[in-house]
Structures are given as C-alpha cells and as structure tokens.
C-alpha cells in the first residue's frame, strides 16, 4: 500500500503562487508516476500533471502549461506542483496520485490508471 498526504493548498489572489507538495509513503517503491488532478464544484476531475520517477518524463494539460512545473524528489518520495499566474478558474480541490504500472501510466492524463490518491487540499484563487 501507498499512502498520499498533499498540502500547501490555501487563498491566494490571482497572479499569486502556490507550491503543492504531495508526500508518500509506505511502499513507495512500488511507485512508477504521480499525477496531479483537479476538481471543482460541479465539474469532472481533470489532469493537471504528471511526472515519472524513473525518467522524470512531465507532463502537462494545455490549460497549465507555462504556469505550472511538476516535479519529484525520489529521495524524499516527494512530487511538488510548483503553481505561478494563477488564474481564478485555477479554484479546485487538487488531488495527487500515483500509479504503480509503466504501462498503464501511458494513458497518465486519466484517473481510472491510478492505485492510490490522497485527501486532497482546497486551492482558492479570488479576482
């Protein structure tokens, strides 16, 4: 089993910066990638990002890039979503996720592929 905890979710106005880190624990060994979702009220989760371990391959959804930088700190099982020029339509819970198969991660961009989530934490943008 694998354990998620996110934090560094909160308020913050739009143009702001915010650094999601997603710490993991247990078997993380098992782990091949990590991906970061989103949710906000009345919509679908959607990616957000998505980085391999092994590689360090990133991914990321049109609507993010050049704003937002995923990356990971194998040595301290760790994936922080380093956030910039946040928009108000950037307002979601976000969630971390990792999954455990190379060849599932293929298709990282949905959530079905992942084994494991975290709680997640509220990120707020206001106007």
């Known amino acids: 089993q694998v354990q998620l905890v996110e934090s560094g979710g909160g308020l913050v106005q739009a143009g702001g910066s915010l650094r999601l880190s997603c710490a993991a624990s247990?078997?993380?060994?098992?782990?091949?990638?990590t991906g970061w979702f989103r949710q906000a009220p009345g919509k679908e989760r959607e990616f957000v990002a998505a980085v391999s371990w092994s590689h360090g391959r990133t991914d990321y959804a049109d609507s993010v890039k050049g704003r937002f930088t995923i990356s990971r700190d194998n040595t301290k099982n760790t994936v922080a979503l380093q956030m910039n020029s946040l928009k108000p339509e950037d307002t979601a819970v976000y969630y971390c996720?990792?999954?455990?198969?190379?060849?599932?991660?293929?298709?990282?961009?949905?959530?079905?592929?992942?084994?494991?989530w975290g709680q997640g934490t509220q990120v707020t943008v206001s106007s």
């Open positions: 996720a990792a999954d455990r198969d190379p060849a599932t991660f293929s298709s990282r961009y949905y959530s079905s592929v992942y084994d494991y």
């Open positions: 247990g078997r993380t060994g098992s782990i091949y990638g």
